[in-house]
C-alpha cells in the first residue's frame, strides 16, 4: 500500500520521525492493513521494522555498483601493467577506498603478497610477479638491482633470490635481499617489462657485488654486443657513485681501466684530452708547463696548466705516475707552496678527464668565475 494524500516534507534523514520522507514509500505490514501518515510514525517511533523499501535505494545501488566496476577495472589494468601487482596507494589513485580494499581482499579478488602489496586473483604466480612485488613491498623509490637487474635486461642467469635497491631505511626481508643506497638518481632508474629497474650501467656497476670480476665482465660484454650502452657510459656513472668502501666498484673499474687502456695512458695524452674537452667546451685555453717562480728566483714548481690572470693552477694525476707514495708526497708539498704563494689549486685524476668531462668543465668554469 501507498501513503497518499500528504504533502512531502525534506528531512536529514528518511527515517527519521516524526518527518514523513521527500519520496513515495511502499508499506507492507505484517497484518496486511493499509498504512497511514499517523501508522507510519508510530512504527518509527518504536523502532519496528515494517519492510520499507525507498523507490530510490534500488537505483542508488545500481549507481556504487557500477562506479566499483569501474574502479575495479582501472585497478586491474594498470596492475596487469606489473605481472598483475599494485600496491594500495595505486588502488587509492584509482578511486578505490580502504573499505573497498579490504573488502576485496577478504572476498579472495584479490591476494596480500606484502604489507600494503596485493595480487590480482587468477594472475600467474612467476618470477617477474615476485620481483614487483618485492619492489613494491620495499617503499617508495625501490627498485630491482644488481643480478636480478642484470637478468631482467638479459646480461646474465636468473639469480636464487631476488636484489632490491631503496633510499629509504626499513625491515630486512627475509624473502628478497634489500640493498640501501643514498646515491640513486632519477637517471638510473628505468622499468623493463613493468619492473621499476636500476639503468643497465647501474646494474653493471652493481653486479660485482658479490658476484666478483668474472660475472661482471661477461654481463659487460653482452651489454656491449647488444649495444645496451657504452664504456664511457658506465665509467661515467662509476666515476658519479664510486667512494672509498663502497663495495662492487673496484671490480669494475679494474675492468674498464683494462678495455680502455686508462691504465697505460702518459701524461701527454692526458693533457692533449684536457685540452681538447675545454676546446670543444668553448672555455679559455691555459697555458701549459708553467714555471712558477718566487720572487727570490727559487722554482716553486712546474705545473701541468695555468690561468696566470687569475691565478689559477690546473694539475693532471696520472696513476700511472701520481700512485707512489713518495710522488704522492711531494705532489702535497707542492700544492701547499702554491697556496702560500697565492694560487688556487683544482687536480684532475685520468678518471676525471676522461669519464667525467663535464665534471671537469664545471670545476675550470667556476673557479675562473670567480
Known amino acids: 500500500d501507498t501513503i497518499r494524500g500528504t504533502k512531502p516534507t525534506r528531512c536529514a534523514h528518511p527515517l527519521t520521525p516524526p518527518f514523513v520522507p521527500d519520496v513515495l514509500w511502499r508499506v507492507s505490514y505484517e497484518n496486511g492493513r493499509s498504512g497511514t501518515k499517523e501508522a507510519l510514525k508510530r512504527r518509527l517511533a518504536a523502532k519496528e521494522?515494517?519492510?520499507?523499501?525507498p523507490?530510490?535505494?534500488?537505483?542508488?545501488?545500481?549507481?556504487?555498483?557500477?562506479?566499483?566496476?569501474?574502479v575495479l577495472l582501472r585497478i586491474t589494468a594498470r596492475a596487469a601493467r606489473h605481472h598483475g601487482a599494485f600496491t594500495r596507494s595505486m588502488a587509492l589513485e584509482s578511486g578505490a577506498s580502504s573499505s573497498m580494499v579490504d573488502r576485496r581482499v577478504r572476498n579472495g579478488d584479490w591476494h596480500r603478497a606484502h604489507p600494503g602489496v596485493y595480487v590480482v586473483r587468477g594472475t600467474p604466480a612467476t618470477w617477474e610477479r615476485a620481483v614487483v612485488t618485492s619492489v613494491f613491498g620495499?617503499?617508495?623509490?625501490?627498485?630491482?638491482?644488481?643480478?636480478?637487474?642484470?637478468?631482467?635486461?638479459?646480461?646474465?642467469?636468473?639469480?636464487?633470490?631476488?636484489?632490491?635497491?631503496?633510499p629509504l631505511?626499513?625491515?630486512?626481508?627475509?624473502?628478497?635481499?634489500?640493498?640501501?643506497?643514498?646515491?640513486?638518481?632519477?637517471?638510473?632508474?628505468?622499468?623493463?617489462?613493468?619492473?621499476?629497474?636500476t639503468s643497465v650501467a647501474r646494474s653493471l656497476v652493481d653486479v660485482g657485488v658479490p658476484w666478483g670480476e668474472g660475472l661482471a665482465s661477461r654481463a659487460l660484454d653482452e651489454a656491449l654486443r647488444r649495444h645496451l650502452t657504452d664504456l664511457i657510459a658506465v665509467a661515467n656513472l662509476l666515476h658519479r657513485v664510486a667512494r672509498r668502501g663502497r663495495r662492487g666498484a673496484g671490480v669494475m673499474?679494474?675492468?674498464?681501466?683494462?678495455?680502455?687502456?686508462?691504465?697505460?695512458?702518459t701524461q701527454s695524452q692526458l693533457e692533449d684530452e684536457y685540452l681538447r674537452?675545454?676546446?670543444?667546451?668553448?672555455?679559455?685555453?691555459?697555458?701549459?708547463l708553467f714555471r712558477i717562480v718566487k720572487k727570490g728566483g727559487r722554482t716553486v714548481a712546474r705545473v701541468d696548466f695555468v690561468y696566470?690572470?687569475?691565478?689559477?693552477?690546473?694539475?693532471?694525476?696520472?696513476?700511472?705516475?701520481?700512485?707512489?707514495?713518495?710522488?704522492?708526497?711531494?705532489?702535497?708539498?707542492r700544492q701547499n707552496e702554491l697556496i702560500q704563494e697565492g694560487y688556487r689549486v683544482l687536480r684532475f685524476t685520468t678518471w676525471d678527464v676522461f669519464a667525467a668531462p663535464g665534471y671537469v668543465i664545471a670545476q675550470v668554469v667556476a673557479a675562473l668565475n670567480v
Open 49 to 53: 521494522t515494517p519492510g520499507i523499501e
Open 55 to 70: 523507490l530510490e535505494s534500488r537505483a542508488t545501488t545500481a549507481y556504487h555498483q557500477t562506479m566499483d566496476k569501474d
Open 138 to 166: 620495499s617503499g617508495p623509490g625501490a627498485v630491482a638491482s644488481h643480478r636480478t637487474a642484470a637478468h631482467l635486461f638479459g646480461l646474465c642467469t636468473r639469480p636464487r633470490m631476488i636484489e632490491v635497491t631503496s
Open 169 to 197: 631505511k626499513g625491515r630486512a626481508a627475509r624473502e628478497y635481499v634489500i640493498h640501501r643506497s643514498t646515491d640513486l638518481a632519477v637517471d638510473d632508474v628505468t622499468e623493463v617489462t613493468g619492473i621499476p629497474t
Open 253 to 265: 673499474r679494474s675492468i674498464l681501466e683494462d678495455r680502455l687502456g686508462w691504465s697505460s695512458i
Open 277 to 288: 674537452i675545454m676546446r670543444i667546451a668553448g672555455v679559455t685555453l691555459p697555458e701549459s
Open 308 to 333: 696566470p690572470h687569475v691565478r689559477l693552477v690546473i694539475e693532471l694525476d696520472g696513476e700511472r705516475y701520481h700512485s707512489d707514495r713518495d710522488t704522492f708526497r711531494y705532489d702535497r708539498r
